[in-house]
Nanobody, 115 residues
Framework: QVQLVESGGGLVQPGGSLRLSCTAS????????MAWFRQAPGKQRDLVAT???????NYADSVKGRFTISRDNAKNTVYLQMNSLKLEDTATYYC?????????WGQGTQVTVSS
């Protein structure tokens, strides 16, 4: 059974940085594009960034230039480096395969940007 475990969230001031990690059990990483999503309270879950198995990345306009997605296939881990954080980045962040294939979501990691 594939399991996704996100970590690295926390409370940070505007302009600060955080690095999120997502580790997957099983063979989900092999050859698959991975993605980070986020969901703010009362809002839908949105795509933030994707990365192919070969390292090609894509970003939502709202995070372009501030966030960097990367992966370590040997460790079955995908990362999200978040810089210049804004209040509107506050959300629970999740990773998953992209496009979604029905893999269960992890518990997510909470990012709160507040002064």
């Amino acid at each position: 059974q594939v399991q996704l475990v996100e970590s690295g969230g926390g409370l940070v001031q505007p302009g600060g940085s955080l690095r999120l990690s997502c580790t997957a059990s099983g063979s989900i990483f092999s050859g698959n594009r991975m993605a980070w999503f986020r969901q703010a309270p009362g809002k839908q879950r949105d795509l933030v960034a994707t990365i192919t198995s070969g390292g090609i990345t894509n970003y939502a306009d709202s995070v372009k230039g501030r966030f960097t997605i990367s992966r370590d296939n040997a460790k079955n881990t995908v990362y999200l480096q978040m810089n210049s954080l804004k209040l509107e980045d506050t959300a629970t962040y999740y990773c998953n395969v992209y496009p979604l294939t029905g893999t269960s979501w992890g518990q997510g990691t909470q990012v709160t940007v507040s002064s």
